[in-house]
């Protein structure tokens, strides 16, 4: 497409949010048609020939495509700034569907040891067992990461910022380790989207989502989304329509509907948690704060030039030990307890014991997840109340 018959050719974020991906039917539909249907049906038994061999596009079965999918796939690409989208039935299922379709045994993967739980387990158990290897490094480490990669390496792995400590890596720098040696840079986007970072852009090979988080932004589906070139996603679609792992057209609707407000509500997040970790910053009874939002922060001035903001989710040591830190969380009243994020309603959990407690203890203390330590991913209710909420945890202390 080009300028002329593309009126999105060149849009800012905010326009493509809203409207990028909109085919109307002939019913003129104002919001995006929901098509809930499994199969299609052809008006010939020549067409279903053509379609089934792909001599004709067009959908056959909506494991393989359907129009509202397509829509958000096309949306999300158009924001990513990425060739192509694939949607997936969940965070993981893209994970998982990016390495059953680039990978195979005896290849290598280098992965930050600061990523989401569950992605290590898929590395370490099941990957594995597929005779995939995966060296696990810190993130910030870039000697460590350049020394990790060995001749069958394929894909580096990273999230940025990191969960729960805002560590931020250098999307730049990790591109050209991956370069030099022939390998793709997937990036799992989650915690910024989008709106406020944008991999591709810094050179990253592919991303990945979790739908789930704030995409969808109100806690209602899960999903996830991978993007990149068409070579690479043409091989991910391809996975995906063999075994399975697609996007239900309900949650693609959905997540179309989150699409919109996407950067309102980002910029809204990242406000909120920016005055909320300042102001823990200043409270005596916290002993540290995590938020690289923070000037203090060792990835606050990467963070400035990578991110448009710093998004929403903060963590912060309480002085004391673990018991400190429970009372503090069952002392609150209006965040909700649960490892969730990405939501309008803040949420507050400790990790320790429950999104790491996975990891031995060792680990643990090597990745810098101490008893003492509270995350919180603020959410859209008003700063004033959350920090009424916060006080209540202070004093319970
Ligand atoms: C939640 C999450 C995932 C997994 O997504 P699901 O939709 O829960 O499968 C992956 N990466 C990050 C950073 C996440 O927060």
């Given at each position: 497409?080009?300028?002329?018959?593309?009126?999105?050719?060149?849009?800012?974020?905010?326009?493509?949010?809203?409207?990028?991906?909109?085919?109307?039917?002939?019913?003129?539909?104002?919001?995006?048609?929901?098509?809930?249907?499994?199969?299609?049906?052809?008006?010939?038994?020549?067409?279903?020939?053509?379609?089934?061999?792909?001599?004709?596009?067009?959908?056959?079965?909506?494991?393989?495509?359907?129009?509202?999918?397509?829509?958000?796939?096309?949306?999300?690409?158009?924001?990513e700034g990425a060739?192509?989208?694939?949607?997936?039935?969940?965070?993981?299922?893209?994970?998982?569907?990016?390495?059953?379709?680039?990978?195979?045994?005896?290849?290598?993967?280098?992965?930050?040891?600061?990523?989401?739980?569950?992605?290590?387990?898929?590395?370490?158990?099941?990957?594995?067992?597929?005779?995939?290897?995966?060296?696990?490094?810190?993130?910030?480490?870039?000697?460590?990461?350049?020394?990790?990669?060995?001749?069958?390496?394929?894909?580096?792995?990273?999230?940025?910022?990191?969960?729960?400590?805002?560590?931020?890596?250098?999307?730049?720098?990790?591109?050209?380790?991956?370069?030099?040696?022939?390998?793709?840079?997937?990036?799992?986007?989650?915690?910024?989207?989008?709106?406020?970072?944008?991999?591709?852009?810094?050179?990253?090979?592919?991303?990945?989502?979790?739908?789930?988080?704030?995409?969808?932004?109100?806690?209602?589906?899960?999903?996830?989304?991978?993007?990149?070139?068409?070579?690479?996603?043409?091989?991910?679609?391809?996975?995906?329509?063999?075994?399975?792992?697609?996007?239900?057209?309900?949650?693609?609707?959905?997540?179309?509907?989150?699409?919109?407000?996407?950067?309102?509500?980002?910029?809204?997040?990242?406000?909120?948690?920016?005055?909320?970790?300042?102001?823990?910053?200043?409270?005596?009874?916290?002993?540290?704060?995590?938020?690289?939002?923070?000037?203090?922060?060792?990835?606050?001035?990467?963070?400035?030039?990578?991110?448009?903001?710093?998004?929403?989710?903060?963590?912060?040591?309480?002085?004391?030990?673990?018991?400190?830190?429970?009372?503090?969380?069952?002392?609150?009243?209006?965040?909700?307890?649960?490892?969730?994020?990405?939501?309008?309603?803040?949420?507050?959990?400790?990790?320790?014991s429950t999104t790491?407690?996975?990891?031995?203890?060792?680990?643990?203390?090597?990745?810098?997840?101490?008893?003492?330590?509270?995350?919180?991913?603020?959410?859209l209710e008003a700063?004033?109340?959350?920090?009424?909420?916060?006080?209540?945890?202070?004093?319970?202390?």
């Amino acid at each position: 497409m080009n300028e002329h018959d593309d009126p999105y050719f060149d849009a800012e974020l905010d326009t493509l949010a809203v409207r990028a991906g909109q085919v109307r039917t002939h019913e003129g539909e104002h919001s995006e048609a929901l098509f809930l249907t499994s199969s299609y049906v052809f008006t010939t038994a020549a067409e279903a020939a053509e379609r089934f061999s792909g001599e004709q596009p067009g959908n056959v079965y909506s494991r393989y495509t359907n129009p509202t999918v397509r829509t958000f796939q096309d949306r999300i690409a158009a924001l990513e700034g990425a060739e192509a989208a694939v949607a997936t039935s969940s965070g993981m299922a893209a994970i998982l569907s990016t390495c059953m379709a680039l990978l195979k045994s005896g290849d290598h993967v280098v992965c930050s040891r600061s990523v989401f739980g569950t992605t290590t387990v898929l590395f370490t158990k099941y990957m594995q067992k597929f005779g995939v290897e995966t060296t696990f490094v810190n993130p910030t480490n870039y000697d460590e990461w350049q020394a990790a990669v060995k001749d069958n390496t394929k894909l580096l792995f990273l999230e940025t910022p990191s969960n729960p400590l805002s560590e931020v890596v250098d999307i730049r720098k990790l591109a050209n380790i991956a370069h030099n040696r022939d390998c793709l840079l997937v990036v799992d986007n989650c915690f910024c989207t989008p709106a406020l970072q944008q991999p591709l852009s810094l050179g990253a090979d592919i991303v990945v989502h979790s739908a789930t988080k704030f995409l969808d932004g109100q806690g209602r589906c899960m999903g996830g989304v991978v993007c990149g070139r068409h070579a690479e996603m043409d091989e991910v679609l391809g996975f995906i329509r063999s075994t399975g792992p697609s996007m239900s057209p309900f949650n693609a609707w959905v997540f179309l509907k989150g699409l919109e407000t996407l950067r309102l509500r980002m910029d809204a997040h990242s406000a909120s948690a920016l005055e909320i970790a300042t102001w823990l910053d200043q409270q005596p009874e916290i002993e540290c704060v995590y938020y690289a939002g923070l000037p203090s922060h060792s990835g606050h001035d990467l963070a400035k030039a990578q991110q448009r903001a710093f998004g929403g989710v903060l963590s912060f040591n309480v002085k004391g030990d673990q018991a400190a830190a429970w009372r503090f969380l069952d002392a609150t009243k209006i965040m909700s307890l649960t490892a969730n994020l990405g939501d309008t309603k803040t949420t507050i959990v400790h990790p320790a014991s429950t999104t790491h407690s996975r990891l031995s203890a060792d680990d643990r203390a090597k990745a810098g997840i101490a008893d003492t330590l509270i995350r919180v991913a603020v959410g859209l209710e008003a700063v004033a109340d959350l920090k009424v909420d916060l006080q209540r945890g202070i004093a319970a202390l």
